[in-house]
């Protein structure tokens, strides 16, 4: 089990950060789950699927249109058919936004780059689609569900028209796919949790298939859940988690055959994160904190490099005590922060969205795993910042506002940390001790 990493704040720690971050709910209509989180050049957006009014079936997809600060800028809703959630997002080599929501007619909803609706179908196929891929030549891969069968196919992107459909993907339990990965040699991974009743996920079905659809290997893993899985050069690396418990991750390294190359356990107690991006040398994850017998389910976020957790930190709104966050997703922003999105559950669903400077903090508001056990002051500091803390001793290192390190030395329980030749600006001091790490953001003015 890996130590929780904590973090220092004070009065003076909230204060405009060169990094804007927010915590923001979206409750425009009776019930909306959020599903789909991108950035584009001058906003992020959130998409998903939403009850009509007066309460009745999700049969409205909604698109939530927010500045960088998280204030609405536009909303637009489009009609569809019941739709039980949003299953796949992607987009195509002219700017094209493709979004699917699950119904038995399967509903293929393009739009522009504005974000108004241009087509909706589903490739003129039998069956309804579940997912969709844009892969390295700019055809689309697909999947519909034909009573619990799985058949992909690829996709002209342009015209639609069919290029080849694959073999069957069968086996015993139902599910539904989480996700699809595509190799540097055209190889195409598919991803499937399956459904239980206790716990309601009962581990994964993994498919590899050759670039022309035939079905190469196909094996289950039932001990845990695949959460975000990529291709590292011809070998998968998944996070792994364990249904509706927190407390056990694993980043796994498996070949195509699921042989299993290695297995690093990243467990921190109560966590369980499904979601994960690679930024640089770190993987940042996504997913749940779970509270005491799951009365409420915070927002998480961790980092890990080289196999450990550097940290990770769980955020509620105050208004929302007991509400339930359900991460659906996480991605990298151009102001090298980090943005997860989903839905809540307080009395009705509605949507959010988390926005995070680079280490992980929302400026302003305290994460619930924060013990306040370390002075740091003045801020801001000018030439010299001291560090005070009972019984502490161990290694600092020095970081930019991107996160680069600029220096390292040991430091004792009244540290004096001379930052007299730093330009003004945020920084960040990693404390390194046996017990824990701690990270300290400062002004230099």
């Given at each position: 089990?890996?130590?929780?990493?904590?973090?220092?704040?004070?009065?003076?720690?909230?204060?405009?950060?060169?990094?804007?971050?927010?915590?923001?709910?979206?409750?425009?209509?009776?019930?909306?789950?959020?599903?789909?989180?991108?950035?584009?050049?001058?906003?992020?957006?959130?998409?998903?699927?939403?009850?009509?009014?007066?309460?009745?079936?999700?049969?409205?997809?909604?698109?939530?249109?927010?500045?960088?600060?998280?204030?609405?800028?536009?909303?637009?809703?489009?009609?569809?058919?019941?739709?039980?959630?949003?299953?796949?997002?992607?987009?195509?080599?002219?700017?094209?936004?493709?979004?699917?929501?699950?119904?038995?007619?399967?509903?293929?909803?393009?739009?522009?780059?504005?974000?108004?609706?241009?087509?909706?179908?589903?490739?003129?196929?039998?069956?309804?689609?579940?997912?969709?891929?844009?892969?390295?030549?700019?055809?689309?891969?697909?999947?519909?569900?034909?009573?619990?069968?799985?058949?992909?196919?690829?996709?002209?992107?342009?015209?639609?028209?069919?290029?080849?459909?694959?073999?069957?993907?069968?086996?015993?339990?139902?599910?539904?796919?989480?996700?699809?990965?595509?190799?540097?040699?055209?190889?195409?991974?598919?991803?499937?949790?399956?459904?239980?009743?206790?716990?309601?996920?009962?581990?994964?079905?993994?498919?590899?298939?050759?670039?022309?659809?035939?079905?190469?290997?196909?094996?289950?893993?039932?001990?845990?859940?695949?959460?975000?899985?990529?291709?590292?050069?011809?070998?998968?690396?998944?996070?792994?988690?364990?249904?509706?418990?927190?407390?056990?991750?694993?980043?796994?390294?498996?070949?195509?055959?699921?042989?299993?190359?290695?297995?690093?356990?990243?467990?921190?107690?109560?966590?369980?994160?499904?979601?994960?991006?690679?930024?640089?040398?770190?993987?940042?994850?996504?997913?749940?904190?779970?509270?005491?017998?799951?009365?409420?389910?915070?927002?998480?976020?961790?980092?890990?490099?080289?196999?450990?957790?550097?940290?990770?930190?769980?955020?509620?709104?105050?208004?929302?005590?007991?509400?339930?966050?359900?991460?659906?997703?996480?991605?990298?922003?151009?102001?090298?922060?980090?943005?997860?999105?989903?839905?809540?559950?307080?009395?009705?669903?509605?949507?959010?969205?988390?926005?995070?400077?680079?280490?992980?903090?929302?400026?302003?508001?305290?994460?619930?795993?924060?013990?306040?056990?370390?002075?740091?002051?003045?801020?801001?500091?000018?030439?010299?910042?001291?560090?005070?803390?009972?019984?502490?001793?161990?290694?600092?290192?020095?970081?930019?506002?991107?996160?680069?390190?600029?220096?390292?030395?040991?430091?004792?329980?009244?540290?004096?940390?001379?930052?007299?030749?730093?330009?003004?600006?945020?920084?960040?001091?990693?404390?390194?001790?046996?017990?824990?790490?701690v990270i300290v953001k400062f002004i230099k003015n």
């Amino acid at each position: 089990m890996k130590t929780i990493i904590t973090i220092l704040f004070s009065l003076a720690f909230i204060y405009a950060s060169s990094q804007t971050t927010f915590l923001k709910s979206y409750p425009y209509w009776q019930n909306s789950q959020g599903y789909v989180i991108i950035e584009e050049p001058d906003c992020y957006v959130i998409a998903g699927i939403a009850q009509s009014e007066p309460v009745g079936n999700y049969d409205r997809l909604f698109v939530l249109k927010v500045n960088y600060s998280g204030d609405t800028i536009w909303t637009k809703t489009f009609p569809t058919t019941y739709s039980g959630s949003v299953t796949s997002y992607t987009s195509d080599a002219h700017g094209n936004r493709y979004i699917i929501s699950h119904s038995p007619a399967g509903n293929v909803h393009k739009f522009d780059s504005n974000w108004n609706l241009i087509y909706t179908g589903n490739f003129e196929l039998f069956d309804g689609i579940i997912e969709i891929k844009l892969l390295a030549d700019n055809s689309f891969f697909v999947i519909t569900d034909h009573w619990g069968e799985l058949i992909p196919y690829k996709i002209n992107s342009e015209n639609f028209d069919l290029i080849w459909y694959g073999d069957v993907l069968e086996n015993e339990y139902h599910g539904y796919v989480s996700f699809v990965a595509e190799s540097p040699e055209g190889k195409i991974v598919v991803v499937k949790n399956n459904w239980g009743l206790d716990p309601l996920e009962i581990g994964s079905t993994v498919y590899c298939l050759s670039s022309e659809g035939n079905l190469i290997e196909q094996y289950d893993i039932l001990d845990y859940v695949l959460g975000t899985t990529v291709f590292e050069g011809e070998n998968l690396l998944s996070l792994a988690y364990h249904d509706r418990q927190g407390g056990y991750n694993a980043l796994i390294r498996y070949q195509t055959d699921g042989t299993i190359i290695s297995t690093n356990d990243i467990s921190v107690e109560n966590y369980s994160f499904r979601h994960f991006i690679k930024d640089g040398n770190r993987i940042v994850m996504a997913g749940n904190y779970f509270g005491p017998n799951l009365n409420f389910y915070n927002i998480a976020i961790g980092s890990v490099i080289d196999g450990e957790i550097e940290w990770s930190y769980n955020y509620r709104e105050y208004q929302s005590p007991y509400a339930k966050y359900y991460s659906a997703g996480i991605t990298k922003t151009t102001d090298n922060g980090y943005l997860i999105g989903g839905s809540k559950q307080a009395i009705d669903y509605s949507s959010f969205l988390l926005k995070t400077d680079f280490s992980g903090l929302l400026v302003g508001l305290k994460p619930m795993n924060c013990t306040n056990k370390f002075k740091a002051y003045p801020i801001p500091a000018t030439d010299i910042l001291t560090i005070e803390g009972s019984s502490m001793h161990g290694l600092i290192e020095l970081y930019s506002p991107t996160g680069i390190l600029l220096s390292g030395d040991t430091f004792n329980e009244n540290y004096k940390l001379n930052i007299s030749s730093l330009p003004k600006g945020v920084y960040f001091a990693k404390l390194i001790t046996s017990r824990e790490t701690v990270i300290v953001k400062f002004i230099k003015n």
